[in-house]
């Protein structure tokens, strides 16, 4: 307690400048002791982590090697499969000379590796290791020459002209050209040569043993034939020695070749120890690397953390001490000014020991003497004129403050050349994302970047020149931070200080960039409403219509014989039936989107049956100078689908691009995946996130620009309407895209257009493909089926239809009748029409209906795709949906399924 007292005495002694010295120089030890700290410890976990690059690298380079050398071992074992088949020579091309560049990368390799390893970098435990890396080098080396002398050896075996294989047949040949005709000699020497010719296959020495035993034989059959002069037998004999000579070298060359093959053995197992070794020895120390980095960090932060309390431990004292020093004295005497302020000239400062604050106080009560004996009457006027002038400063200050509108005030620099940020109100600071503390001080090119080209600074230049206000009119400023539409009014003050008043005028235009958007979408909503009534009013009465188009024909030609004459005019009525309800479909996709099921399907397998469809074979035949081509993405996204719709799409957007295209021309279908962010799905209008993507791009002669916004209208088009198209197919396009919760990107140029259709991905699995039925597999077994439908000609072919199927059929008119009839008789199944005219419609009939049979089986066909009614009849059982115009197969399809459920 003495010391402190001490210590305290001390430091009141001292003159207040020391004091402040003495706390700063304090302070700013403790910031040099945690700088310090920190430095070190960066500095120890920059050499750890260069440690782990280190060590990592040595395991990389490790392992490159040995993977360099299975390779070569590869190679060289090749070589000794190969070279029977397809020659020496190819086998020194394709597999020996490669193993030795091999082998000689690798010696590359582990020389670096050595130099790696004497690295200050390196840790000591890999200098400190048994680890030979002259070991490996050497192995690989010995496997370099190894290599070679095993390709050498193979080549005195088997070279073609001079080898020693080919040396023994040349001696065989030259044998039995002088033993032809010789009957038991002749015999023996095919033994020995099978023998010397199975040896060379298996390379089983017991075999050129057997050979060497039929030659001793040949020698003594030889000797015991009087036949032969003393000449004879003595060149006959120098042969067979250079048939057993040769086979004796070859013998020799084999066992030394097994000898090569035993030394890669133990060279791969030499290296493959040293190798494990060091990436074992590189593991560990990344491992101890990363503990000493988390070890470093723990102390770092312990130090720094306990010179910061020591720090705030410090700075309170320093704080107490100046307080009780300087900050009361201070606050007193302050308090003395502001009394003396007030007006009260009696106040007096306390003047306390010798320091300057004292000498303060003195000269301050010296002063207030002179003030009491000087203001007088003028004290009055002065306060007055004070309290004036602190209320028109606040007025000021809340004007500049609460303006809604952006205040900045510059200082212009070097006669304009560059301006300087003073001052600058709340609604900047919310305008522009800037902090005031962070903006004032700096160049206004420095804030904003974009100031130049935006047009403002020549404005500034403008005003401080002839100090005239000016405008500068709404425009449109970017740089890397900012984006927006700004309106100002600049301004010079008396001080020759610059004021920019100015608006964000942002949200106004981007309304008005969304209302003129809206407005085109209405306008098209409009005309495809438009559309849709009137393919509303009529689709209904033309299925029904083409029913018997596409019905009857089928019915009749199940009845005729194949030769007859009268079957190429049924398809051809067929057919028409067909692409009339196609057109149809259209109409009404243009008028109420995708209809029918959707299910998972990929891009790429729908690209693919339709370029393998029928009608993309006709319609390429027509066009034979195009060519069409796909870059389809094997990676690509399922997405959820009508697979029918999409097709149309696809043909739709091959026809178009076949049609562009004048003379020889190219046509590429590609897809790929795409990740859609928040800026491309605000101005599409579609959800952010993936997205497969189909691309159908042609070498045409591309849209006019004039016609771009307008393709896809219904009926807009350039072609003959009746010829070329209906003008409905890109509608169809747009329409299928968008109902798929997708959109349709368009780029077209002189040089050719290109669609790019956009949808969502899907994670599930794709549905599987349903299978093409026979209709003797349709066929039932007599169970009664009620047909109703308003449509006379609908009712007789849905009755023919199902009659051939064989099913016992009831056919009536309308739901009332249908209801009367089922009050007396049941039936298996019911086949209804949604809309019927009079009376109840689809969904109503069987309201009514399974009032009297419960759970009573039922498929509702129509006209009409999909629709309210269809849903609701559903919900209450009617699983099955048949579209019309249908075909005996559909029908029979769907009705095998009901009565099946």
Known sequence: MNIWNRWYQLLWGMSITTRFALGIGLLLWLIVMIAATAYLSLAFIRDTEESIRTSTEIQRMVLEMDRGMEKARRLHRDFFLQYPRIGLTNAHEQYAQPAVRQIAQVITISNRLKGLVAQPSANDAFRKSHVDL????????????????????????????????????????????????????TRLYGEMKSFAQDYRITRQRFLMQSAFNVAFQMRKEIASMPNFTGESRERINQMLNRCISAAESILD???????????????????????????????????????????????????????????????????????????????????????????????????????????????????????????????????????????????????????????????????????????????????????????????????????????????????????????????????????????????????????????????????????????????????????????????????????????????????????????????????????????????????????????????????????????????????????????LDPSLYNIHCSSVHIKKCIMNLVINAMEAIDGAGHIVISTCNRRVDEKMAWENSIQSGEYAVLTVEDDGKGIPAEDLDRIFEPFYTRKVMGKSGTGLGLTVVWNSVTDHEGTVLVTSSTKGTSFDLYFPASKQDMAREESHTGIEELKGGGEKILVVDDE?????????????????????????????????????????????????????????????????????????????????AQQLGARGFLKKPYSMEGLGRIVKKEMSD
């Open 134 to 185: 002259n070991l490996y080098l050497s192995s690989a080396k010995r496997f370099a020459d190894t290599s070679i002398q095993s390709v050498e050896l193979v080549t005195d075996l088997a070279a073609p002209e001079n080898g020693l294989e080919a040396q023994l047949e040349k001696a065989f040949d030259a044998l039995k050209a002088e033993i032809v005709g010789t009957g038991n000699l």
């Open 253 to 631: 060359i084999d066992v030394a070749i097994k000898a090569k093959f035993n030394d890669f053995a133990l060279q791969t197992d030499a290296a493959e120890a040293v190798s494990k070794t060091l990436i074992r020895l590189a593991k560990e120390e990344v491992d101890r690397a990363q503990a000493r980095i988390v070890r470093a960090h723990r102390i770092a932060i312990a130090v720094m953390v306990a010179i910061t309390l020591a720090g705030l431990v410090a700075a309170a004292n320093i704080a107490r001490i100046l307080n009780n020093g300087i900050t009361r004295r201070v606050v007193a005497l302050t308090r003395s000014a502001e009394e003396l302020r007030k007006g009260n000239l009696d106040v007096l400062a306390a003047e306390e020991g010798t320091d300057e604050l004292s000498r303060l106080a003195h000269t301050f009560n010296v002063m207030a003497s002179h003030i009491r004996e000087l203001i007088g009457g003028l004290e009055q006027k002065v306060e007055q004129r004070t309290a004036e002038l602190t209320e028109s400063e606040r007025r000021y200050r809340e004007l500049f403050e609460h303006s809604s509108s952006g205040v900045l005030v510059y200082e212009a620099l070097e006669e304009g050349q560059d301006f300087i940020l003073r001052d600058m109100n709340r609604a900047v600071e919310k305008i522009e994302g800037v902090k005031r503390e962070e903006a004032l001080g700096k160049k206004i090119t420095e804030v904003f970047p974009g100031v130049i080209d935006f047009g403002l600074l020549d404005v500034f230049r403008k005003v401080l020149k002839t100090g005239q206000s000016a405008r500068h009119p709404a425009s449109y400023y970017s740089d890397e931070r900012l984006r927006g539409w700004r309106e100002s009014s600049v301004y010079k003050l008396p001080s020759g200080e610059i004021v920019a008043v100015y608006d964000d005028l942002t949200a106004q235009k981007q309304a008005e960039i969304e209302k003129k958007a809206m407005e085109a979408k209405l306008q098209r909503a409009q005309k495809i409403e438009t559309i849709g009534l009137l393919a509303g009013g009529v689709a209904h009465d033309l299925n029904n219509i083409l029913s018997g188009l596409v019905g009857y024909p089928e019915l009749l030609l199940m009845q005729i014989p194949e030769e007859s004459s009268l079957r190429e005019p049924l398809k051809a009525i067929q057919e028409s039936g067909q692409r009339a309800a196609a057109v149809v479909a259209d109409l009404l996709t243009v008028a109420r989107g995708v209809a029918g099921t959707k299910t998972t399907a990929n891009l790429n397998q729908i690209v693919s049956e339709y370029l393998n469809s029928p009608e993309n074979q006709k319609l390429m035949s027509s066009y034979g100078d195009v060519k069409c081509t796909t870059k």
């Open 792 to 872: 006379p000609l609908q009712l007789d072919v849905a009755g023919r239809m199902l009659k051939v199927l064989g099913y016992d059929v009831e056919c009536v008119d309308s739901g009332e009748k249908a209801i009367e009839y089922l009050r007396e008789n049941r039936v298996d199944l019911v086949l209804l029409d949604m809309l019927m005219h009079p009376g109840m419609n689809g969904r109503q009939t069987y309201e009514r209906i399974i009032e009297i049979h419960p759970n009573q089986k039922a498929i509702i066909a129509s006209g009409f795709s999909e629709n309210e009614e269809v849903y609701r």
